[in-house]
């Protein structure tokens, strides 16, 4: 086994090491743990809230290789007190309800969980300035279907764009059941911040689209809520790691800075499909193993265009972004 290969892989090796004592069979139980939320991620530091308070976490060995990642629930021991130099211990990760996963690129076979437990993921394209992409939106939610995580489209800058610019983008995803918002400088986020409350969002997007823009009208104190782990806090433009913020409302928000897209060699050809959901029932009459790329292959996916059941714009995206997966040879 390569130790590249399981960057994220949650089964251990134990192995003795010559001259270790044997490990004890029964673990202490740690029944005096405490719940918290992992927050942020900072070289092998972790940021977690417990009940109001931030905690500085690093991980017992007991966890073996198993990642921590934000979002995830965790069971700290040790000094919970959130003082400047305490420091707690993780000893347990929650089951985790969902996971976004990304590989660096599609041919990069080796994926990253990004977030763990989101139940949303918010896809954030400019109307312009960076002009918007189909292809960008749609990659995000084969990942958001792949993941189980409910998307939401977020189109920023409306007030720098012509008057019917989103309603035209959004058009695109007419057939699913896309929630969208649209967000302007002169107006406040409201219905984005209604989607929001109550709920765990990670934001996701190209930069330059407005991202650090909303957090901070979503999360006036946004400073404050990463407290006093500068590294976070400052670093939120050049750190590569997401950091969640607690929103006014209730629920976080998760941005996710280094993040810009996600790599989908993870996902299988079939999953790719299913973040289609206008297309996915027109594969029934496909041949077995049908790769879904043309019509002289077999394919029914352009009889179910023809048919008018989706649009060829959509068949043309979805081919796209399987074009772009090298795992498919
Ligand atoms: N007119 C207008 N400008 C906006 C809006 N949202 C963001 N901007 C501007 O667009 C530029 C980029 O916004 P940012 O919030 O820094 O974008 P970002 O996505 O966080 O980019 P990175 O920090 O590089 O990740 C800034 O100059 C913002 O002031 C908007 O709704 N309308
Ligand atoms: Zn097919």
């Not at 007991?62 to 707690?88: F, I, M, Q, T, W």
Request: proline share 7%; charged share 30%.
């Amino acid at each position: 086994m390569s130790p590249r290969r399981d960057l994220d892989e949650d089964d251990v090796r134990v192995r003795a090491r010559p001259g270790s004592r044997p490990r004890t069979r029964t673990r202490p139980t740690h029944a005096d743990a405490r719940e918290a939320l992992v927050v942020g991620v900072d070289r092998g530091r972790y940021t977690c809230w417990l009940d109001d308070r931030e905690v500085t976490a690093m991980r017992a060995r007991e966890l073996g290789r198993k990642s921590v990642v934000v979002g995830d629930r965790v069971a700290l021991v040790g000094d919970v007190s959130g003082g400047p130099d305490a420091l707690a211990r993780i000893v347990r990760i929650a089951e985790r309800r969902s996971v976004l996963r990304r590989t660096a690129d599609d041919d990069d076979p080796y994926e990253r969980v990004i977030v763990a437990n989101a139940d949303q993921l918010v896809v954030v394209t400019a109307l312009v300035d960076p002009p918007p992409r189909t292809g960008f939106v749609d990659r995000c939610l084969v990942a958001a279907f792949d993941a189980q995580v409910d998307p939401l489209l977020c189109l920023t800058k409306a007030d720098l764009a012509p008057k019917d610019a989103a309603d035209e983008f959004r058009q695109h995803w007419a057939a699913l059941d896309l929630p969208v918002v649209t967000t302007r400088r002169d107006e406040e986020p409201t219905e984005l911040e209604e989607r929001l409350t109550g709920r765990m969002s990670v934001l996701i997007g190209h930069s330059g689209v407005g991202k650090s823009t909303l957090v901070n009208r979503l999360v006036p104190d946004a400073e404050r809520a990463t407290g006093g782990l500068s590294a976070i806090g400052k670093g939120r433009h050049t750190s590569t790691s997401a950091v969640a913020l607690a929103l006014p409302g209730g629920g976080w928000v998760i941005d996710t800075p280094g993040v810009r897209s996600f790599g989908l060699a993870h996902v299988s050809p079939a999953s790719v499909l299913a973040g289609f959901p206008d297309l996915a029932p027109g594969a029934a009459d496909c041949p077995p193993n049908c790769e879904h790329r043309s019509a002289e292959e077999g394919c029914a996916l352009d009889a179910w265009v023809e048919a008018g059941h989706a649009s060829p714009e959509r068949l043309a995206s979805y081919r796209r972004l399987l074009e772009s997966r090298s795992d498919l040879g």
